[in-house]
């Protein structure tokens, strides 16, 4: 005869937070009620050790999954401890009460550690998502009588007494008309595996007349010694986890003690994958406790700058809200984003010794990790440390910032910089003329990051780093060449600055240009062109404008025959076409877009024929 009863607890409204907000995913379900049935199989294991009267059921511990296509409905059976009425009433019978904390609490009086997930009771009201009935068939270890839950999840429950032969639970639900996936074998694989995986006893899908079939593998690599592993199994599981064919560049193997305890398997590709810059780009750690997946959406594990890092943490020591996939902010979180984030750093500085190795590294992710110069300031220093860039020094070679440091003459304390769209342009910039003249190394930057990482990392082993516009140096030496004489050089800053009054802010002679007659560049402190160029385009066509400033070589037989032809009023026309065909050059140096291409081309055509 059954008991009928009401929840203690508003149920129906709380069904609803659980089935259409608390899960993201429908198929969270099974893993709810599969972690729940291993919970179940733990803890009759750990009872056994005290109570010699249940040892004997505390063996042979499996999970079956029973799917009826006909029927519509799917059970999930374990042979673990049981519940009573009482237990039934007590742990289904009210939202957020748990049978799991409360024998946790228990068992750490008694000395007994065990580790067990599900510190909150929510998880099984999850199958109504799927079941518009469940049904519990349950035996507790070491007792005669069965029991039988039965509930829709709206109007109470009802408990029964039943038949059953051995101790343990069947959780059977009646699915929706529109959850007939959970009863294709193909598809309960594919959950159970992604979810399930690494539970450790066995979970058997039965197929009925086909018999059973152990699903998942029932053995998480990662709590394994690492002296147990072979590569050959690292690297299975690396492509059991990436979905990749390559072998990892690096693997890493942790295990964290203490006040928190955490195991890491780490993994960074050989090869760089397709997404990494999209902008939805999800991290790639996945998140377990005790062996059961809870999430792969927690973006907290990793800082962004390492979204590339494959692999798992599992720890039983960070706290859950109500729902396992849903992480409340944890102090214990962030010291294990820390902790993970200083082991990767120290595996990759023993890693980078060896340059040849290193680069491959480099090239794949090196402009990621530079974001982490820019956002990481408790690991910024070892990050630039880390980092290799193009410089002036070895065309051949990319440098360090130590390597450059080491290059420097105790005269300089900084490391100059310059940035660009293409590193074939920028060897050949026109503001790099007097470095080179003075033996000056500069560090060539092309990537987008490298616009922003030098406004925060602003020195480094006190070096002041440093945009070459910005060198306070002394450009000035010795030089011997015919220089154009200055009253006439500023009456041609005179014809140049009416003439650019629209483009150009300011124009002025510069002792830095060797072979260049002049380069084109802004006024200090405002946005490089590169940078400029970059934001345009980020914010399509939104108008952002550095001042120009347009240096002239007066050293430069070109600039010293226009100074000349200053003193000739019928001259005017052909200086302003030239000093055109000038600015044209500084913008193409630049990588500046031109203004009118085709009559730069024409005019650059026409001089040519003359010189033939």
Request: with cysteine; hydrophobic share 40%.
């Amino acid at each position: 005869m059954s008991n009928k009863q009401a929840f203690q607890a508003d149920v129906s409204k709380m069904l609803d937070i659980v089935i259409n907000s608390l899960y993201s995913e429908r198929q969270i379900f099974l893993r709810e009620l599969i972690s729940n049935a291993s919970d179940a199989c733990d803890k009759l294991k750990y009872w056994a050790l005290t109570n010699p009267q249940v040892a004997p059921f505390a063996q042979g511990f499996k999970i079956t999954i029973t799917p009826d296509d006909k029927a519509l409905t799917l059970t999930i059976a374990d042979n673990g401890i049981g519940m009573n009425d009482k237990d039934l009433a007590d742990h289904l019978g009210t939202i957020a009460k748990s049978g799991t904390a409360e024998f946790v609490k228990n068992a750490s009086a008694g000395g007994n550690t065990c580790e067990l997930i599900g510190q909150f009771g929510v998880g099984f009201y999850s199958a109504f998502m799927a079941a518009d009935k469940v049904e519990i068939l349950t035996r507790k270890a070491g007792e005669d009588t069965a029991w039988r839950w039965t509930s829709d999840g709206i109007d109470g429950f009802a408990i029964e007494k039943a038949e059953k032969a051995a101790c343990g639970s069947e959780i059977k639900l009646y699915l929706k008309k529109d959850a007939k996936d959970f009863v294709d074998t193909i598809y309960l694989r594919s959950v159970i595996r992604t979810y399930s995986d690494h539970i450790a006893y066995p979970i058997v899908l039965n197929l009925g007349k086909a018999g059973e079939e152990t699903i998942n593998k029932g053995s998480a690599l990662w709590t394994k010694p690492k002296s147990d592993i072979t590569p050959d199994q690292y690297k299975d599981f690396y492509q059991h986890l990436s979905h990749n064919f390559d072998e990892p560049w690096l693997t890493l193997h942790f295990k964290a003690e203490g006040n928190l305890e955490y195991t890491g398997l780490l993994y960074i590709p050989s090869n760089m994958p397709y997404d990494l810059f999209q902008p939805d780009k999800k991290h790639s750690l996945k998140l377990y406790i005790n062996k059961v997946f809870i999430s792969d959406k927690i973006e907290a594990l990793l800082p962004n700058y390492l979204r590339f890092v494959k692999g798992i943490i599992d720890s039983a020591d960070l706290p859950l809200n109500i729902s396992r996939e849903m992480l409340q902010y944890s102090p214990l979180l962030e010291k294990i984003k820390s902790g993970t984030v200083k082991r990767l750093i120290k595996e990759l500085q023993k890693r980078a010794k060896n340059y040849d190795d290193y680069l491959k590294f480099w090239n794949n992710f090196g402009i990621v990790l530079k974001e982490g110069i820019y956002e990481d300031f408790t690991n910024r220093d070892d990050l630039a440390a880390l980092a290799y860039f193009a410089s002036t020094a070895d065309a051949q070679r990319l440098t360090t910032l130590d390597e450059y440091i080491s290059r420097c003459t105790s005269e300089q304390k900084a490391i100059y910089y310059l940035t660009g769209d293409d590193i074939n342009i920028l060897r050949n910039h026109p503001q790099l003329e007097a470095f080179k003249q003075k033996g000056i190394e500069v560090l060539l930057l092309t990537d987008p990051i490298d616009e922003f990482w030098p406004q925060v990392l602003t020195t480094y082993k006190d070096h002041t780093i440093k945009h070459i516009s910005q060198a306070d140096i002394n450009m000035n030496w010795q030089r011997t060449e015919a220089k154009a004489d200055a009253g006439s050089l500023q009456k041609l800053i005179d014809i140049m600055t009416e003439l650019f009054k629209n483009e150009i802010g300011r124009i002025s002679a510069t002792e830095r240009l060797t072979t260049s007659p002049v380069s084109l560049g802004v006024e200090a402190g405002q946005m490089s062109l590169h940078l400029e160029r970059l934001m345009r385009n980020h914010q399509q066509g939104v108008a952002i404008s550095s001042t120009r400033v347009l240096e002239l070589n007066p050293y430069h037989p070109l600039i010293i025959s226009l100074t000349q032809m200053t003193s000739s009023p019928d001259k005017r026309a052909q200086i302003e076409e030239i000093s055109r065909i000038l600015l044209d050059m500084a913008k193409v140096s630049e990588g500046e877009t031109l203004t009118n291409p085709a009559e730069y081309t024409a005019k650059i055509s026409e001089y040519i024929l003359k010189s033939l």
